[in-house]
């Protein structure tokens, strides 16, 4: 699991953005979404600073600092500008599952079974899980999941395989390992 000293609650753009693929029109990145930190009393110059939107900015800082193979937990606060709603609140909880390793020691199956496992430990052994195709920068395939709870489909979480993208943004060898 990985401490909060690697997990920062303030976080510049090359780790909550630009690393993870985000390209600079992404919607992501508009002042309604995210909650920027004023720095221009500082320095006009100096880029910008933000709440952490994801946890998968951890993603990035270990990624940096580790040698494949390895697997790390990350569990965090994160802030977006959200209006407040039965399943939307400014300030949540994310818990961020990453493992890279040799092509071929990590697949699809592999990424759908760790979540089921989790989910199972999360909601009960017997709850219904659903993959939806989904779309984040960071991830080539993405997959949205929904768990069957209290009676209706609840959407909990997003996953996917490391883009090649992302593993080259920090120096890691993308046509050897995946994650």
């Not at 985000?22 to 992501?28: E, Q, V």
């Not at 951890?58 to 990624?63: G, L």
């Not at 496992?117 to 080539?140: I, N």
Request: with cysteine; net charge negative.
């Amino acid at each position: 699991i990985v401490g909060s000293d690697s997990s920062p609650e303030i976080e510049n753009d090359f780790f909550n953005f630009e690393a993870l693929g985000f390209t600079p029109a992404h919607p992501a990145r508009d002042m309604q979404d995210t909650f920027y930190v004023n720095t221009e009393d500082i320095d006009k110059d100096m880029p910008p600073f933000m709440m952490r939107t994801h946890t998968s900015a951890v993603q990035i800082r270990e990624m940096e600092k580790r040698k494949p193979p390895f697997k790390i937990v990350s569990p965090g606060r994160v802030f977006r500008k959200d209006d407040v709603d039965a399943t939307h609140f400014p300030v949540f909880h994310q818990v961020e599952i990453l493992a890279i390793d040799e092509i071929g020691k990590l697949t699809v199956p592999h990424l759908m079974g760790t979540i089921k496992h989790f989910l199972r430990k999360m909601f009960g052994p017997d709850v219904e899980v659903k993959f939806r195709a989904s779309y984040f920068p960071f991830t080539e395939p993405s997959m949205e999941v929904d768990v069957f709870f209290k009676g209706k489909w609840l959407e909990v979480l997003g996953c996917g395989m490391v883009d090649p993208v992302v593993l080259e943004s920090v120096g890691i060898d993308h046509p050897k390992y995946s994650g």
